[in-house]
C-alpha cells in the first residue's frame, strides 16, 4: 500500500524567512503533485512533477523530485503572509490519467508578520 | 471555461438516511473521481469512473456508490449515512489518455451528517 508522508505537519514561520517541506512516499512513482488549500476551500493545483530531477517555480514556491529518494520538496523563499494555506502532496501511481492519487497528511504553513 | 462544478455546496442529513452528490467535470475531461476529506486529513479516493463504469476503487464500503451519465458528469451516491461521514467530498476530472496529466478538482460538497 501506497504511504506519503508530509512533515512538518505544521510550520509557523515569520514573513521574509525560508523553509522547506517534505513529502516521502513508498512506493515508485514519477508523478508527484502538490496542491495548496485555503481553509474550507478545495484544492489548488501548484506543481506538477513528471520525472526525475524535475524542478518546477513559481513565484516563492519552489518544487522538486527525487524518484530515487522517493522525496519531493516544496521550498518556500521569503514568505509572506499569502501563503498562508495547507500544501498537500499526492502521488500517482497507476498508469494512465492522474485521478487515483495517494496524499499526505498536510503541512499548514502559519506566516506571521 | 466553467471548470469542475460540484453541487450542493453545502449539506446536512441525518444519520441513516442517504445523500447524492454531483458533479460535472471541466471541458474535455472524461474521467471523474471522488474524494473524501475528513477535518485535518488528506483527501482519500473513494473510486473513478471512465466510459460510465467504475474503473478503480479506493477502500471505502459498499454504502459509496456512484453513477457516471453519457456526458460525463457522475454522481456519488451515500447510503445508510454515519456521523464519520461528515466530511468535504471532492470530485476531480482529468482526460483520460496514457500520459502524463493533471487532475482538476472542483469545488466541494460539505456534508455534515447530524
Not at chain 1, 512516499?25 to 513528471?50: A, I, M, N
Request: include cysteine; hydrophobic fraction near 35%.
Amino acid at each position: 500500500e501506497l504511504k506519503v508522508e508530509q512533515n512538518p505537519l505544521f510550520l509557523s514561520m515569520q514573513e521574509g524567512k525560508n523553509y522547506t517541506i517534505y513529502c516521502n512516499y513508498s512506493t515508485t512513482s514519477d508523478r508527484l503533485y502538490w496542491y495548496r488549500q485555503d481553509p474550507g476551500k478545495s484544492l489548488e493545483s501548484l506543481f506538477v512533477l513528471l520525472s526525475n530531477g524535475a524542478v518546477k517555480q513559481e513565484g516563492r514556491l519552489m518544487a522538486s523530485l527525487d524518484t530515487k529518494a522517493r522525496l519531493s520538496t516544496l521550498h518556500i523563499t521569503a514568505a509572506v503572509h499569502d501563503l498562508s494555506a495547507t500544501y498537500f502532496c499526492a502521488v500517482d501511481i497507476w498508469p494512465g490519467t492522474a485521478s487515483k492519487l495517494t496524499f499526505g497528511t498536510g503541512t499548514r504553513l502559519q506566516v506571521t508578520l | 471555461d466553467a471548470g469542475v462544478t460540484q453541487s450542493p455546496t453545502h449539506l446536512i442529513k441525518t444519520r441513516g438516511q442517504q445523500v447524492t452528490l454531483r458533479c460535472s467535470p471541466k471541458s474535455g475531461h472524461d474521467t471523474v473521481s471522488w474524494y473524501q476529506q475528513a477535518l485535518g486529513q488528506g483527501p482519500q479516493f473513494i473510486f473513478q469512473y471512465y466510459e460510465e463504469e467504475e474503473r478503480q476503487r479506493g477502500n471505502f464500503p459498499d454504502r459509496f456508490s456512484g453513477h457516471q451519465f453519457p456526458n460525463y458528469s457522475s454522481e456519488l451516491n451515500v447510503n445508510a449515512l454515519l456521523l464519520g461521514d461528515s466530511a468535504l467530498y471532492l470530485c476531480a476530472s482529468s482526460p483520460r489518455r496514457v500520459g502524463r496529466t493533471e487532475a482538476f478538482f472542483g469545488q466541494g460538497t460539505r456534508l455534515t451528517v447530524v
